[in-house]
């Protein structure tokens, strides 16, 4: 065998495939693309906005509520000193726990599944159990809930093939229809909204003409009422809007008198515009009339919208003609002063003097003069009978003063006053603010905006007032149920949740049937960064209040 060293390097030629080699990798990354491009159609597909929120609630409703980025105001409605203001309730906690708590859920999945425009539904005011909550869910949000019958917490309820979802915890059900979600604690309410044929349902193009009008509000609604409901024998129907400040609420509504209340309320408010209304006297309830017709026919308006005995054109005849008694005495002297006045109608509480025989509240009101001087309006009052005592409840006319009085038992806080004011008459149910009030320049400015009725409200002096007067009936033992101890604990809570609301002021009118009002909540904001004072500690930790 040779030993010479053989190189073997195969063949010579060039190489060649035997046969084509598959790309595999490139035929599964293909497949990957497709079948992603699919999966997102579908995605896309299944989430589309093809139903509007307006083809799950009945036209025929009692009320329709629009909220707004309910979710983004969240935090700042819920540090509102509102909630601080309110007496404390069951209602009122949960309401708040509700803004200012964790809900339960992420951030980021609750606002995929809440929308920006949510609606609240119901069939009757006066009744909660059939609420309805529509809102428009996210593409993301619409996906989720796909797969929310996998959790344990969401039970399938097949309703007849509606595929409705129950949560046991919160005893709710729920249901998808495109990206709409529709929540209710009835579930005959719920089926009742899914079967609706379009004929009964409101329509998107409805609610975009019902809330056109409140803008960017955060929550507006319509009313619709029945004779059932509250103000249902007043109102037809009625519109809202509310904006959510922090150092204010504000509230806008207006609502259409029932054709067949014109019986009782036509007297009163026939003929009636809106008005220039004088600035009244100062003090913790201040209000401001003017329906353009004197005092005495608003009386009588008011005998046949309320059903009171005493408000009535009769017992305005009798106050007029009769002094027997102090009652009576008082009654004349009002009646016979009041009857030439108007249209013009200022009244205020400004106090109450606990230093009387029993706590006395201090009233002032004053009223338009038409060309009428002090002796022609004074010299309506009948003349006293001869021999009648000083002291006598009968009204008296000082010609010296300008003044007219009524003398009854007790101190200067019980001595109803009268006085010619500038152009108008005051009167007052004390002499000490009477002659208080005369010693001042009248007032003369009226407030910024017309109406027909004016009325603002001071809670803190009003809770200081009130607490000042219960505290000497529970010095006597004449208030159940508190010891002085437990007294000042409740009367601290009251005082100190007052102090966050400011005020109340409210402008109402009346025009062609409809009436409309504007209520402004002005609170007092926290400084910056504090959190709300007074607020139990349930609410910001989402425990159920003890």
Same mark, same amino acid.
């Given at each position: 065998?040779?030993?010479?060293?053989?190189?073997?390097?195969?063949?010579?030629? &060039?190489?060649?495939?035997? /046969?084509?080699?598959?790309?595999?990798?490139?035929?599964?990354?293909?497949?990957?693309?497709?079948?992603?491009?699919?999966?997102?159609?579908?995605?896309?597909?299944?989430?589309?906005?093809?139903v509007p929120e307006g083809r799950f609630i009945p036209k025929e409703q009692g009320y329709i509520v629009c909220l707004r980025d309910i979710l983004a105001r969240r935090a700042e409605i819920g540090a509102s000193n509102l909630w601080t203001a309110l007496p404390e309730s069951?209602?009122?906690?949960?309401?708040?726990?509700?803004?200012?708590?964790?809900?339960?859920?992420?951030?980021?999945?609750?606002?995929?599944?809440?929308?920006?425009?949510?609606?609240?539904?119901?069939?009757?005011?006066?009744?909660a159990g059939d609420v309805l909550f529509i809102t428009k869910m996210t593409r993301l949000g619409t996906l989720l809930s796909r797969f929310d019958q996998w959790t344990p917490w969401v039970q399938r309820d097949e309703a007849g093939g509606l595929g409705l979802r129950k949560l046991p915890q919160r005893s709710l059900y729920y249901a998808v229809r495109g990206r709409v979600l529709i929540v209710s604690s009835s579930r005959d309410s719920l089926i009742r909204s899914l079967t609706l044929l379009e004929a009964d349902a409101a329509g998107e193009a409805t609610l975009q003409t019902m809330f056109a009008e409140a803008g960017t509000q955060d929550v507006s609604g319509s009313l619709y009422f029945d004779l059932e409901d509250p103000a249902g024998n007043v109102l037809d129907s009625a519109q809202f809007a509310v904006q959510i400040d922090p150092e204010i609420i504000r509230v806008h509504c207006r609502g259409a008198l029932r054709p067949g209340s014109s019986e009782h309320f036509g007297p009163l408010l026939s003929g009636a515009s809106p008005q220039?209304?004088?600035?009244? &006297?100062?003090?913790?309830?201040?209000?401001?009339?003017?329906?353009g017709k004197p005092v005495r026919d608003v009386f009588a308006g008011l005998g046949k919208a309320v059903p009171w005995p005493w408000l009535s054109e009769a017992q305005w005849q009798k106050w007029e003609q009769s002094s027997d008694g102090p009652v009576s005495g008082l009654g004349q002297m009002l009646t016979v002063l009041l009857g030439p006045t108007g249209p013009g109608l200022r009244l205020s509480w400004t106090g109450v003097d606990i230093h009387e025989m029993f706590p006395m509240p201090e009233l002032v009101a004053t009223a338009d003069l038409r060309n009428t001087t002090a002796e022609a309006l004074f010299g309506r009052l009948p003349t006293a009978p001869s021999g009648l005592p000083e002291w006598a409840a009968f009204p008296h006319y000082d010609a010296q003063t300008q003044r007219v009085y009524l003398p009854m038992i007790g101190g200067p806080t019980l001595e109803p006053t009268a006085a010619v004011y500038g152009k108008t008459l005051l009167l007052s149910s004390s002499r000490r603010v009477a002659e208080s009030l005369l010693a001042q320049p009248p007032e003369t400015h009226l407030l910024p905006q017309l109406g027909n009725l004016f009325v603002r409200i001071r809670p803190p002096e009003i809770v200081k007032s009130l607490v000042e007067v219960a505290r000497l009936l529970v010095d006597m033992g004449m208030l159940? /149920?508190?010891t002085p101890e437990s007294f000042e604990a409740a009367a601290s809570d009251w005082q100190q949740r007052a102090q966050h +609301?400011?005020?109340?002021?409210?402008?109402?009118?009346?025009?062609?049937?409809?009436?409309?009002?504007? +209520?402004? +909540?002005?609170?007092?904001?926290?400084?910056?960064?504090?959190?709300?004072?007074?607020?139990?500690?349930?609410?910001?930790?989402g425990t159920p209040s003890q």
């Open positions: 065998m040779s030993e010479t060293v053989r190189n073997y390097t195969g063949a010579t030629g &060039p190489l060649r495939r035997r /046969g084509p080699v598959r790309p595999r990798r490139a035929v599964v990354r293909a497949l990957l693309l497709l079948l992603t491009a699919v999966l997102t159609a579908y995605a896309f597909w299944s989430t589309r906005d093809h069951p209602v009122v906690n949960e309401v708040a726990r509700a803004f200012r708590s964790d809900l339960g859920l992420p951030e980021w999945l609750l606002n995929n599944l809440i929308g920006q425009t949510s609606y609240l539904t119901g069939n009757r005011i006066a009744y220039p209304l004088m600035v009244p &006297p100062p003090g913790m309830v201040e209000i401001s009339a003017n329906l159940p /149920g508190y +609301l400011d005020n109340i002021t409210m402008v109402a009118a009346v025009q062609e049937g409809i009436v409309s009002a504007q +209520l402004d +909540l002005s609170l007092v904001a926290s400084p910056p960064g504090a959190p709300p004072a007074s607020v139990p500690k349930s609410l910001v930790s």
